[in-house]
């Protein structure tokens, strides 16, 4: 079964940092793309990172991009998310997410798997 | 960058049948965006339960079934349960550098 533990989080002055952490298990880490997705209180799902399976390329949204960086550990199973210059609007519940990418007998199929989420609160 | 539109809110009542949608605004959408439905429960994480258009995971009820129509992805929801009761969310593959797009979500009622 895949399993995605999450860590880190926690409550942070603006401008602050922090760090997320995302352990994998019970599927072959390095061979599938992960991604972060975040949910502010109350609202949707919101796509912000994305890292290839190698560590390349990485994606950011516009809401991030400067401020946050993915990296993976492929040899600890990791994800992360260095979070910088952390805004109150980043108030969020931020999630691990593996993106499934596979071939069956009816051919490509993508799907994803969720962590159970941590919560990020900014504010002084 | 892509814009996936969803139903904000749609009430069903015990035992019938409702289907969502999932809109995109770079038009029809097709298999090749790998549309997953994602339901998550107050409080709880978001879990999905159809992938790939059509594709069940071993958790998800079979009363949940997913399908193209008319441009459009859509989750159908046979013989409705008060357990289904949560948001349902369409997530849509575009890759390059912003590779997935969420649906605003839809809360769905059974009443």
């Known amino acids: 079964d895949v399993h995605l533990v999450q860590s880190g989080g926690g409550l942070v002055h603006p401008g602050g940092s922090l760090r997320l952490s995302c352990a994998a298990s019970g599927f072959s880490f390095s061979s599938y793309e992960m991604n972060w997705v975040r949910q502010t209180p109350g609202k949707g799902l919101e796509w912000i990172s994305y890292v290839g399976s190698s560590g390349s390329p990485v994606h950011y949204a516009d809401s991030v991009k400067g401020r946050f960086t993915i990296s993976r550990d492929n040899s600890k199973k990791s994800l992360f998310l260095h979070m910088n210059s952390l805004r109150v609007e980043d108030t969020a519940v931020y999630y691990c997410v593996e993106d499934w990418f596979h071939y069956d007998s009816d051919g490509p199929k993508r799907s994803d798997y969720w962590g159970q989420g941590t919560l990020v609160t900014v504010s002084s | ?111």
């Open chain 2, 1 to 111: 960058q892509a814009v996936v539109t969803q139903e904000p809110s749609v009430t069903v009542s015990p035992g019938g049948t409702v289907t969502l949608t999932c809109n995109s605004s770079t038009g029809a959408v097709t298999s090749g965006d790998f549309p997953n439905w994602i339901q998550q429960k107050s409080g709880q994480a978001p879990k999905t339960l159809i992938y790939s258009t059509a594709n069940r995971h071993p958790w998800t009820p079979a009363r949940f079934s997913g399908s193209l129509l008319g441009g459009k992805a859509a989750l159908t929801l046979s013989s409705a349960q008060p357990e289904d009761e949560a948001d349902y969310y369409c997530l849509l593959y575009f890759g390059g550098p912003h590779p997935w797009v969420f649906g605003g979500g839809t809360k769905l009622t059974v009443l």
